[in-house]
């Protein structure tokens, strides 16, 4: 368990900083990307992160990477307040970034690539289940498994990377164990109820935008909708979601999302992917938690989450400006 208020207080006081629309809209209209790095450099945040870097001629995925290092970085400035325990629920963000190194890794060793560690990890590598750099050094799935063999992750792997390895069968094989481990975390918890509520949330957007896309692009019968779905309720009843299932359309069923508890979130108009509005809702949920939950936990939780779709927007506007996109069309995938 954390230190409640001095976790809160910091993570609440770290949030007051985050960007701006305005300075969103600042960074949109750059007309290159050492323009953009300059802004981010001297006008933002972000400065600490690109201390030392020469923004005139920082190539787009260095930029990237010391962006992303402000995840790392403000993550331990967080988990500082955490008290010694056997469980530390932290770990729902250790174990994701060590789920995406052992994915890069994989991906580099099929390619024949050498694999290099990226900027933003190595300060957490204490906190993770293996050497992040040893893993960087296999060049065979052998040699993985052989830096992966004292954790759970050996066990998921070990029977998938036979040659030919199926590298989307240890995506999904580790994105369960991943998924496994956090609710694991999770009631292990004193206060485990709020805690649950955030991935009760999580599945029950994932399964709405799920039965959405089954209707509108694949036409898929009741029978075929109900064969996918699988998480619990939370705001839409079992009730509810039976009668969307079999009598609303695509169409439809936005409508009644609208009338919903979601519906608050956002209005669901627009030419957008439903993926596009359920991250708008969650978004605007950990918003909701970090300022106003009482648990600890949560609040670390919500705040990593903010924080890594405001890292995300920066890299999607590099990346917009790299190819000289509309501002107004790099707006449009923003999740704010």
Not at 116 to 125: G, P, Q
Not at 131 to 144: H, I, W
Not at 169 to 189: I, T
Not at 208 to 226: C, G, H, W
Request: charged share 25%; proline share 2%; net charge negative.
């Amino acid at each position: 368990m954390a230190n409640d208020y001095a976790m809160s207080a910091k993570a609440r006081s770290l949030y007051s900083q985050h960007l701006t629309m305005s300075q969103f809209e600042s960074m949109m209209g750059m007309a290159d990307v050492p323009s953009l790095a300059s802004y981010l450099k001297q006008e933002t945040r972000y400065s600490v992160v690109l201390d030392g870097i020469n923004e005139k001629s920082i190539h787009r995925d260095l930029l990237e990477q010391c962006i992303r290092h402000k995840s790392q970085q403000e993550f331990l400035s967080l988990i500082r307040y955490m008290k010694d325990s056997k469980v530390h629920f932290y770990e729902f963000y250790t174990r994701f970034r060590e789920t995406e190194q052992i994915m890069y890794c994989l991906h580099s060793i099929q390619a024949h690539v050498v694999h290099n560690v990226d900027l933003y990890i190595i300060n957490l590598n204490k906190y993770l289940a293996f050497d992040v750099v040893d893993l960087a050094k296999a060049t065979t799935y052998e040699d993985l498994l052989a830096v992966l063999e004292n954790t759970d992750y050996y066990k998921v792997l070990a029977p998938l990377l036979e040659e030919p390895a199926d590298l989307v069968a240890c995506e999904q094989a580790l994105k369960v164990h991943y998924n496994d481990s956090v609710h694991n975390l999770v009631k292990q918890e004193p206060n485990a109820k709020e805690v649950s509520a955030i991935f009760l949330i999580h599945d029950e957007l994932t399964t709405l935008a799920q039965i959405y896309r089954m209707k509108r692009f694949f036409n898929a019968s009741p029978r075929e909708i109900r064969a996918r779905v699988h998480s619990k309720p939370y705001y839409i009843s079992e009730k509810t979601l039976n009668d969307w299932i079999d009598n609303k359309n695509g169409r439809e069923m936005l409508d009644a999302l609208r009338e919903s508890p979601y519906g608050k979130y956002t209005d669901f108009e627009g030419n957008q992917h439903i993926e596009y509005y359920m991250d708008v809702i969650r978004h605007q949920i950990m918003v909701h938690m970090l300022r106003f939950s009482q648990n600890t936990n949560v609040v670390l939780y919500a705040y990593m989450y903010i924080l890594k779709n405001e890292i995300d927007n920066i890299v999607q506007i590099i990346e917009g400006v790299r190819y000289q996109i509309n501002a107004d069309e790099i707006k449009k995938i923003l999740i704010i």
